[in-house]
C-alpha cells in the first residue's frame, strides 16, 4: 500500500481554512475537518517556562528555517554525459562519504512502489502533485541524536537534538546527491520538508532497522534516537538486505512507550494486520495534541523506549531500564 502524504499530520495542518488546499482536502475527507481546523488553532502552549524560553526555543525554529530554505536544492539535473561506474566501488564510495559526513548508519536497497508517497502535500506549491516512482535504488542513512538530550525529553533540548539531526542528514543527502550526478546520473535528496518517500520504510529494507510499536525506526546500535535521510538514484549500487533483531516480539512484551505516553497516542495491545504485515497504530493527531500542550516535540516515547539506552558499540542489554531522570548531562550553554 503506497501513502499519500496530504494525509499526513504535518502535512494538513498547513491546509489553512480558506486555501484552495483547504477546501479540496476537506471535501474528499470531511470527517477530518472539524477536528483538523481545532488542532490547527490550539495554541503551541508551552508546559513549562523552559520550553518557550525564547533563546532556547528559537534554536529549533531557525534550525527549521534554515531547513525550508535549503530544501529547494534537493532536486538538480545529471552534470555531463554518464559515466560508466563500478557498483561496488560506487557503494563504497556512498557509504564511506556518508559516514564521513557524520551519518551513524548507512545501507542501499532497491526502491519499492510502496516506497513513494501516492500524492505531495506538505506545502501548497506541491499540493496535489502525482509522485511517480523514479530511481531505481534507495541510501538511507541514520543520524544519532544525543543519549542526554533525548532523555531531557519533553524539555526543549530533546526538540534541538531533533532539529540538529534533521540538519545533518539534509547535508549527508545533499553531499551524496552532489556527488553522484557529478558522473551524470539522477540523484534526488529526500529531507525534513522535502519528502517523495517514506524514509522509515526505505530504512527499514535498507537493514538499517525494525518498526517499533512507537511507529519509529529502532536501530541496534541507537534504537530510535535517530533522525533519517534517503538519496535516491539511478547510479547501479550493490544492496543490503533488511533483518531481524527482535524487535516486534520485544515490543509486544514491553509497551512502556505507550504506557508513558502523555497523549495516549500509542497503541497497547498487540500489532494490527495491514497489508499482511503486523504492525502497531499510532494516532498521529493525539500525538500533535500533546505536543502544542508541551510548546515542544514531546519526545518521551523515545526516552522511554529501552532501546535509546543503546551505545554505539551496539545494544548491550535492551532491558536495561532508560527511565529518565533529572541528572541529564546537557551542555552548560542549554543548562
Not at 77 to 97: C, F, H, Y
Not at 173 to 183: A, D, E, K, P, V
Not at 276 to 289: I, L
Request: glycine residues 10%; neutral net charge; hydrophobic residues 35%.
Amino acid at each position: 500500500m503506497r501513502f499519500d502524504e496530504r494525509d499526513v499530520l504535518f502535512s494538513r495542518m498547513n491546509y489553512l481554512p480558506g486555501s484552495p488546499q483547504h477546501a479540496d482536502y476537506y471535501t474528499r475527507h470531511p470527517d477530518r475537518e472539524r477536528d483538523d481546523d481545532a488542532l490547527r488553532a490550539m495554541p503551541f502552549g508551552g508546559a513549562s517556562a523552559h520550553n518557550r524560553e525564547r533563546t532556547t526555543s528559537e534554536i529549533v525554529e531557525s534550525g527549521f528555517r534554515y531547513l525550508a530554505d535549503i530544501k529547494s536544492l534537493s532536486e538538480g539535473s545529471p552534470i555531463g554525459n554518464r559515466q560508466e561506474v563500478d557498483p561496488a566501488v560506487m557503494t563504497t564510495r556512498m557509504k564511506g562519504l556518508a559516514r564521513f559526513h557524520r551519518a551513524s548508519l548507512t545501507g542501499i536497497t532497491r526502491m519499492r512502489e510502496d516506497h513513494w508517497y501516492t500524492h505531495r502535500g506538505r506545502t501548497p506549491e506541491v499540493y496535489g502533485q502525482p509522485v511517480e516512482p523514479r530511481e531505481e535504488y534507495g541510501i538511507a542513512f541514520a543520524v544519532e541524536m544525543d543519549r542526554d538530550m533525548v532523555f531531557s525529553a519533553p524539555r526543549m533540548p530533546e526538540a534541538i537534538a531533533v532539529v540538529r539531526g534533521y540538519a545533518d542528514a539534509a547535508q549527508i543527502g545533499m553531499m551524496l546527491s552532489y556527488y553522484i550526478r557529478s558522473f551524470g546520473y539522477h540523484a534526488r535528496n529526500h529531507m525534513d520538508g522535502n519528502y517523495l518517500v517514506v524514509a522509515p520504510l526505505v530504512a527499514r529494507d535498507a537493514g538499517l532497522g525494525e518498526l517499533g510499536r512507537h511507529g519509529l525506526l529502532i536501530t541496534k546500535e541507537y534504537g530510535p534516537r535517530v533522525r533519517l535521510g534517503v538519496v535516491t538514484t539511478d547510479m547501479p549500487l550493490l544492496t543490503d538486505e533488511p533483518y531481524s533483531f527482535g524487535v516486534a516480539d520485544f515490543c509486544r512484551s514491553c509497551g512502556k512507550c505507550a504506557a508513558s505516553c502523555p497523549g495516549k497516542a500509542i497503541g497497547e495491545g498487540p500489532p494490527e494486520l495491514r497489508d499482511g504485515v503486523p504492525g502497531w497504530k499510532v494516532n498521529g493527531d493525539a500525538c500533535f495534541r500533546q505536543w502544542k500542550r508541551f510548546g515542544t516535540d514531546c519526545g518521551i516515547c523515545l526516552a522511554a523506549c529501552p532501546y535509546s539506552a543503546a551505545v554505539p558499540d551496539g545494544m548491550q542489554e535492551p532491558f536495561q531500564n532508560s527511565r529518565r531522570t533529572n541528572n541529564h548531562a546537557l551542555p552548560d550553554w542549554l543548562k
